[in-house]
């Protein structure tokens, strides 16, 4: 199987080598333009120009390294998704840490990580096939900073707003990529079970 890569998708895209020819003939066509609609699989269709780069399955072989850490991450991925909400709930506790941190400058004690594994798990029960939960769960521990400016997830900014971003864009992007590989592993499981796939019904 080849591997595509799309703009805002964290994680290659497997697709077979017919398809990746045909799509790779269509990127190197300059009569068609980046807004041309491209069909990549049956679940994805997209504009030429969101279409980074096309890896064949021969190209793959010879670059095993390169994409094994592509594998790597969705194995550990998978293993992790699998577990209890509380199991899950707990092994974030690092993430809630790190946003916390990034808003109050300063360290949870131990009573807000208590409660962010809680609100943690009460989101994993709901939402089981991801692996990171939405930051936004943790407004009530956050609460509100005092200061003019808020960042897209409507938490005010104190001070540091460039390091501020920086982590907040980090985290954004785990998010990114744990709902791309949930859709992927959602599709993959009815794909194998024999079940017609509608898109529009798994939950995100």
């Given at each position: 199987m080849a591997k595509i890569k799309l703009s805002g998708y964290g994680e290659l895209i497997e697709i077979s080598?017919?398809?990746a020819e045909n799509i790779r003939r269509?990127?190197?066509?300059?009569?068609?333009?980046?807004?041309?609609l491209i069909e990549v699989s049956k679940e994805i269709v997209c504009e030429k120009g969101a279409i980074k780069a096309v890896f064949l399955d021969e190209e793959r072989k010879d670059n095993k390294e390169f994409f094994q850490k592509f594998d790597e991450y969705k194995?550990?991925?998978i293993k992790r998704v699998n577990l209890t909400p509380f199991v899950k709930a707990l092994r974030?506790?690092?993430?809630?840490?790190l946003w916390f941190k990034t808003l109050k400058e300063r360290e949870p004690?131990?009573?807000e990580l208590s409660k962010s594994v809680e609100l943690s798990e009460k989101w994993f029960e709901e939402n089981r096939?991801?692996?990171y939960?939405?930051?936004?769960?943790f407004s009530e521990l956050v609460g509100e900073i005092s200061e003019e400016k808020t960042n897209v997830y409507g938490t005010f900014i104190h001070i540091k707003p460039l390091v501020r971003k920086g982590i907040i864009n980090i985290i954004g992007n785990v998010i990114q990529r744990d709902i791309q590989i949930s859709k992927e592993y959602s599709l993959s499981n009815q794909a194998t079970k024999g079940d017609e796939i509608n898109v529009a019904?798994?939950?995100f």
């Amino acid at each position: 199987m080849a591997k595509i890569k799309l703009s805002g998708y964290g994680e290659l895209i497997e697709i077979s080598n017919k398809t990746a020819e045909n799509i790779r003939r269509d990127l190197l066509n300059e009569r068609i333009p980046k807004n041309q609609l491209i069909e990549v699989s049956k679940e994805i269709v997209c504009e030429k120009g969101a279409i980074k780069a096309v890896f064949l399955d021969e190209e793959r072989k010879d670059n095993k390294e390169f994409f094994q850490k592509f594998d790597e991450y969705k194995n550990e991925w998978i293993k992790r998704v699998n577990l209890t909400p509380f199991v899950k709930a707990l092994r974030t506790r690092s993430y809630f840490k790190l946003w916390f941190k990034t808003l109050k400058e300063r360290e949870p004690n131990e009573d807000e990580l208590s409660k962010s594994v809680e609100l943690s798990e009460k989101w994993f029960e709901e939402n089981r096939l991801r692996n990171y939960p939405d930051p936004r769960i943790f407004s009530e521990l956050v609460g509100e900073i005092s200061e003019e400016k808020t960042n897209v997830y409507g938490t005010f900014i104190h001070i540091k707003p460039l390091v501020r971003k920086g982590i907040i864009n980090i985290i954004g992007n785990v998010i990114q990529r744990d709902i791309q590989i949930s859709k992927e592993y959602s599709l993959s499981n009815q794909a194998t079970k024999g079940d017609e796939i509608n898109v529009a019904s798994i939950p995100f």
